[in-house]
């Protein structure tokens, strides 16, 4: 059962929920590691964007979007986006990054000057790929 059937618009799922259907360990270090090193929480709100339609849990900090999670069976996608003011440091931390991020990377096409970043987790190197980026944005709201 996919996630839109299992969790329609009347049905919110808690955060074990999600956890469990996503049945994944890099979702639980996400969560943990966002939480523990921006302290904020997340929030579950249901989109009808027909890109990612659904359920999904979105962290902010000051007002500011770090990342929204998507849920899919076994693995999940992470949207950050990567603004016109970060765009020369995201590219620098590029070629730190995987293959996989950097061809997505250049691949999305710029809207406002950023880039939407539609990244699916799938990988411990993804995942730390991620982290690096949410980093960014939040540095640079700081300075």
């Known amino acids: ?58 962290y902010k900090k000051s007002g500011r979007s770090l990342c929204t999670l998507y849920p899919a069976n076994g693995f999940f996608t992470c949207l950050i986006s990567v603004g016109s003011r970060e765009t020369m440091e995201a590219e620098l931390l590029l070629s730190a990054c995987t ?14 000057g950023g880039r939407w970043l539609m990244i699916s987790v799938t990988s411990a190197e993804i995942l730390e790929d991620v982290k690096k980026l949410i980093d960014l944005r939040v540095q640079k709201k700081g300075r």
């Open 1 to 58: 059962m996919n996630w839109n059937e299992q969790y329609p618009k009347t049905t919110m799922p808690n955060l074990q929920e999600v956890s469990c259907f996503i049945a994944n360990p890099l979702w639980d270090e996400l969560c943990a590691h966002i939480e523990s090193c921006y302290g904020v929480l997340p929030k579950t709100e249901y989109s009808i964007c027909s890109g990612a339609p659904g359920w999904n849990i979105k």
């Open 99 to 112: 293959e996989y991020v950097r061809n997505l990377y250049w691949n999305t096409k710029p809207f406002n």
